[in-house]
């Protein structure tokens, strides 16, 4: 659609041809949320555009070594990936509206579908989503229309963003949503017991969690069936390559964030939030899912298979609102997981996996530092309590070149002391050793 721009002139034409001045078109907003001025600043060349734009990207600190996590990381991305995905067939952001004139689009999302389903063992997957968070709330939506119940649990050893933002989407509806405290960093599985009962649409937990614990819900599976309520697990994608996975663990609806599959790491996106479940449910899903038929002909074509959205349905049937996704985004996990390869995605997440090893090694052998939990396995993120505080030696290894990780205050009360550090593929046995020194300095 065009930007039309209506002149001074054209405006009072149109006020006067429905008997409105300015001021009474808007009348039925109150006066506190008017915007009185556009603060906008005049118009800019390219050449002076470009330049303002260096100047802001330059006040980033691109330079530093990265153990940065809590839900985004640092992996390595082969050229290959923006190379594919920057042909100009591939280049948009969109699903297709026409589906029947873009098969290629629809055949590299059905081929999305599946590396999901395959990531997860899980039997249907969705054509993504807008990131893990919206993906977790999506899922929990979901849980609320199969079971017609309304009451959620979730631990809070979930990532608080996504808690946050489900917070955020759930304010005004009637949901009871009650979160259970993390038990040594893992799920507390006696008070999500106690509190599952006949009324629990759902369980909401996260592996690894955001503290980096490796844990196994075979059995709040087991324990979710009896009550008649559904298992939900956030998953990190690299993990699942040694992992075991949510659908060997029974889970009913599986989320994640798909950045760690070939999408840089950025100020909040464009990310990828991707959902599977179980060929029961799959009605049930939102967004689009693209499925392989044949023609009249015989021959093999890909469709819209479901796309549950209030413009193709009885507004009161349908999924979600919010079930669009950035297509791009999706194509960019599929070539970046077809270029790794099966054995490639299980190399991957063993040097994550091994390199955080080492360095947990490393950091807790310094002085005064030490395991924040007692949790038995992580996976290429941990928690280390320092004899400070977390976001002032942060700081200060700013000041030295380092990244360090997440202080984890800011959302986990008592916890003015732990760190949060991950280690993806990147990082190398000199920069982990070259982190220890700094924080040996710091203290």
Same mark, same amino acid.
């Given at each position: 659609?065009?930007?039309?721009?209506?002149?001074?002139?054209?405006?009072?034409?149109?006020?006067?041809?429905?008997?409105?001045?300015?001021?009474?078109?808007?009348?039925?907003?109150?006066?506190?949320?008017?915007?009185?001025?556009?603060?906008?600043?005049?118009?800019?060349? $390219?050449?002076?555009?470009?330049?303002?734009?260096?100047?802001?990207?330059?006040?980033?600190?691109?330079?530093?070594?990265?153990?940065?996590?809590?839900?985004?990381?640092?992996?390595?991305?082969?050229?290959?990936?923006?190379?594919?995905?920057?042909?100009?067939?591939?280049?948009?952001?969109?699903?297709?509206?026409?589906?029947?004139?873009?098969?290629?689009?629809?055949?590299?999302?059905?081929?999305?579908?599946?590396?999901?389903? =395959?990531?997860?063992?899980?039997?249907?997957?969705?054509?993504?989503?807008?990131?893990?968070?919206?993906?977790?709330?999506?899922?929990?939506?979901?849980?609320?229309?199969?079971?017609?119940?309304?009451?959620?649990?979730?631990?809070?050893?979930? *990532?608080?963003?996504?808690?946050?933002?489900?917070?955020?989407?759930?304010?005004?509806?009637?949901?009871?949503?009650?979160?259970?405290?993390?038990?040594?960093?893992?799920?507390? =599985?006696?008070?999500?017991? $106690?509190?599952?009962?006949?009324?629990?649409?759902?369980?909401?937990?996260?592996?690894? *969690?955001?503290?980096?614990?490796?844990?196994?819900?075979?059995?709040l599976a087991e324990a979710a069936h009896k009550k008649?309520?559904?298992?939900?697990?956030?998953?990190?994608?690299?993990?699942?390559?040694?992992?075991?996975?949510?659908g060997a663990m029974g889970a009913d609806i599986v989320?994640?964030?798909?950045?760690?599959?070939?999408?840089?790491?950025?100020?909040?996106?464009?990310?990828?939030?991707?959902?599977?479940?179980?060929?029961?449910?799959?009605?049930?899903?939102?967004?689009?899912?693209?499925?392989?038929?044949?023609?009249?002909?015989?021959?093999?074509?890909?469709?819209?298979?479901?796309?549950?959205?209030?413009?193709?349905?009885? =507004?009161?049937?349908?999924?979600?609102?919010?079930?669009?996704?950035?297509?791009?985004?999706?194509?960019?996990?599929?070539?970046?997981?077809?270029?790794?390869?099966?054995?490639?995605?299980?190399?991957?997440?063993?040097?994550?996996?091994?390199?955080?090893?080492?360095?947990?090694?490393?950091?807790?052998?310094?002085?005064?530092?030490?395991?924040?939990?007692?949790?038995?396995?992580?996976? *290429?993120?941990?928690?280390?309590?320092?004899?400070?505080?977390?976001?002032?030696?942060?700081?200060?290894?700013?000041?030295?070149?380092?990244?360090?990780?997440?202080?984890?205050?800011?959302?986990?009360?008592?916890?003015? *002391?732990?760190?949060?550090?991950?280690?993806?593929?990147?990082?190398?046995?000199?920069?982990?050793?070259?982190?220890?020194?700094?924080?040996?300095?710091?203290?």
């Open positions: 659609m065009s930007f039309i721009a209506n002149t001074p002139s054209q405006q009072k034409q149109m006020l006067s041809e429905i008997g409105l001045s300015m001021d009474g078109l808007f009348a039925d907003i109150p006066k506190e949320f008017l915007t009185k001025e556009f603060n906008l600043p005049s118009g800019m060349s $390219e050449f002076e555009v470009r330049n303002r734009l260096a100047d802001l990207a330059d006040k980033n600190h691109i330079d530093l070594t990265c153990f940065l996590g809590g839900g985004f990381y640092d992996h390595f991305i082969p050229s290959a990936v923006y190379a594919l995905i920057s042909r100009s067939e591939f280049y948009t952001a969109y699903t297709p509206y026409q589906p029947e004139i873009s098969q290629g689009t629809l055949q590299a999302i059905f081929e999305y579908q599946s590396l999901i389903c =395959r990531l997860t063992e899980m039997q249907a997957s969705n054509a993504s989503l807008y990131d893990g968070g919206t993906a977790l709330y999506e899922a929990m939506m979901m849980a609320l229309r199969i079971t017609g119940r309304n009451k959620i649990l979730i631990d809070d050893s979930v *990532n608080p963003i996504y808690r946050v933002m489900i917070q955020s989407y759930t304010k005004n509806l009637n949901i009871d949503l009650e979160q259970t405290k993390n038990e040594q960093g893992l799920v507390n =599985r006696k008070a999500l017991l $106690e509190k599952l009962d006949d009324g629990t649409a759902a369980i909401i937990v996260q592996n690894p *969690n955001f503290f980096g614990c490796v844990d196994d819900f075979t059995d008649g309520a559904l298992l939900i697990v956030s998953c990190y994608p690299i993990s699942l390559g040694i992992l075991k996975t949510p989320t994640g964030e798909g950045q760690s599959l070939g999408l840089p790491m950025s100020f909040g996106g464009p990310y990828l939030g991707f959902m599977a479940t179980k060929k029961d449910y799959v009605r049930k899903m939102p967004g689009r899912i693209v499925g392989r038929t044949k023609d009249n002909q015989g021959r093999t074509g890909f469709v819209l298979t479901l796309q549950a959205r209030e413009q193709h349905i009885r =507004r009161d049937k349908a999924t979600s609102n919010i079930c669009s996704n950035e297509a791009l985004c999706a194509l960019t996990a599929l070539v970046y997981s077809s270029l790794l390869g099966k054995d490639g995605l299980k190399q991957t997440a063993q040097l994550c996996a091994d390199k955080a090893s080492y360095a947990w090694q490393r950091l807790t052998a310094v002085k005064g530092v030490k395991s924040k939990f007692q949790a038995k396995w992580f996976f *290429n993120e941990f928690v280390i309590e320092l004899p400070a505080n977390a976001a002032e030696v942060a700081g200060k290894l700013i000041e030295k070149g380092f990244a360090a990780g997440f202080p984890l205050s800011r959302y986990y009360e008592g916890m003015e *002391n732990s760190l949060l550090i991950a280690v993806t593929e990147k990082r190398t046995k000199q920069q982990i050793g070259m982190l220890a020194e700094a924080l040996e300095a710091v203290l």
